[in-house]
């Protein structure tokens, strides 16, 4: 049992127990673990069914903030007394509101912390008139715009900020409904669910595009709150509002700025790839070039010496491709080197790399072939160009004939390069041989 309720002084429970006001003690998490007899005089609460309950139970329901408030006030709790003109509302045990006025005294006890609440009932009573003009001096000095309806929504008053948000005069907007300021931007449903909200006795707060008195629209930050009655009816609803425009203009043209950023950033990415493959292949055939053969060449290499796996280096040249180019001219020499890489990368593995190394010379590299399996390919390469003819513009179809020699790279101190030297001397030989061949050396 908390220490607080361990007393046994007969004076300390005679004061609690007469004191006219309300007195409720709650921990930290804001249980309630005291409750004298004033709780069911005004609120209808016995205080024996209070104890172990959280707080909220006095706080009526639309106040659904109020925990979150309590936590606050825990991590940096300050007496607060009575008497400061806020009229405050506590909740009945059968759902009415009753008007009060609360003070807060933390406390220290046994090294935990409590906090005492006295509510004093404050039906019939009225608020003084320094009070009351000290409250209109504060709603009508407020930055926000202040707006008081009726249950209807017809409006009551108004502050000066919410003319100057709106153009309107005070005697233009009072006596007015609020749809006087609807844009026609927001739907029915989106004033039914205000509408609904409020109705309930529930606070509502969102944007909205109202209209200006001179037709032109702005954003509005607003929070309506309904007013009840001692009663718990709605008697009139209370909006603050903000003028939010600016704001809004400002987020609108950063998230435009953002996105134009981000398309930009997509922009220069895709230029980005497209110079890199740009650098990287030949502009007419669409191979990889020499540079990026370079690369990658040494890569392949390395891997297949380190996995003892065979590696063959095919290189390819077109016999007498000069006197093609003086016969034909060089847009039908572009059209022999077009159709001659096509047939290279249509019958390529994944794995093989295939360049155009210069001129109309082709370099293939091909991972895991052995020689027996590279001759082959090699062979059906010569074959099917021998037989394809090349149709150049004038209609006419060209026949050309290749040269291809093979090389395989070796093990322990080879590289790349010697295997290129190695293919180049077979291609060589395949030419003297009388072209239209292939042929291979040995590492």
């Not at 000095?141 to 009726?150: K, Q, Y």
């Not at 900020?161 to 005070?170: K, L, Q, R």
């Not at 607003?222 to 009655?229: C, G, K, L, R």
Request: net charge neutral; charged share 25%.
């Amino acid at each position: 049992m908390p220490p607080l309720r361990e007393s046994t002084d007969p004076v300390f429970q005679a004061m609690f127990q007469s004191a006219a006001d309300v007195i409720v003690v709650v921990d930290e998490h804001g249980t309630i673990v005291m409750a004298n007899d004033a709780c069911e005089r005004l609120l209808g609460h016995a205080p024996e069914s209070l104890v172990g309950k959280r707080v909220e139970v006095l706080v009526p329901s639309r106040f659904a903030r109020h925990a979150r408030l309590r936590d606050d006030y825990v991590s940096g709790p300050r007496p607060r007394a009575m008497g400061q003109g806020l009229l405050l509302q506590a909740a009945h045990a059968d759902g009415h509101e009753v008007p009060v006025d609360i003070a807060l005294t933390p406390m220290v006890v046994s090294g935990r912390r409590w906090t005492a609440c006295a509510l004093r009932d404050m039906r019939g009573r009225t608020i003084g008139p320094e009070t009351l003009r000290v409250q209109a001096t504060a709603l009508r000095s407020a930055a926000n715009g202040i707006v008081i309806t009726d249950r209807t929504g017809t409006i009551s008053w108004v502050n000066p900020a919410a003319c100057a948000i709106t153009g309107y005069a005070p005697d233009e907007l009072i006596g007015q409904h609020t749809r006087l300021l609807k844009s026609g931007r927001h739907d029915s449903e989106f004033y039914a669910n205000l509408w609904r909200t409020i109705s309930r006795g529930e606070t509502w707060s969102g944007t909205i595009v109202n209209r200006r008195k001179d037709g032109t629209h702005y954003y509005e930050e607003q929070t309506i709150a309904p007013v009840v009655d001692e009663k718990g009816v709605i008697s009139h609803f209370i909006a603050i509002k903000q003028d939010v425009t600016e704001r809004r203009r400002n987020e609108e043209a950063l998230a435009t700025a953002h996105a134009k950023l981000g398309e930009y950033v997509v922009e220069i990415e895709s230029l980005n790839r497209r110079l890199r493959e740009q650098a990287i292949r030949d502009p007419l055939t669409g191979l990889h070039n020499r540079r990026f053969f370079e690369e990658s060449a040494e890569r392949d290499a390395a891997r297949a010496i380190r996995l003892g796996e065979p590696l063959a280096v095919v290189m390819l040249d077109i016999d007498h491709f000069k006197q093609i180019n003086d016969s034909f001219g060089h847009a039908s020499g572009d059209r022999v080197l077009e159709s001659i890489s096509a047939l290279l990368r249509a019958h390529a593995r994944v794995a093989d790399l295939v360049c155009r190394f210069g001129g109309e010379e082709f370099v293939a590299l091909l991972p895991g072939a052995s020689l027996a399996s590279a001759l082959e390919r090699a062979e059906r390469w010569r074959a099917e160009i021998e037989a394809r003819g090349i149709t150049i513009d004038d209609g006419r179809a060209i026949r050309c004939t290749v040269s291809i020699g093979i090389a395989m790279l070796g093990t322990g101190a080879d590289s790349i390069g010697m295997a290129l030297r190695r293919a180049d001397a077979a291609l060589y030989q395949a030419k003297r041989g009388g072209r239209n061949r292939v042929a291979s050396t040995e590492p």
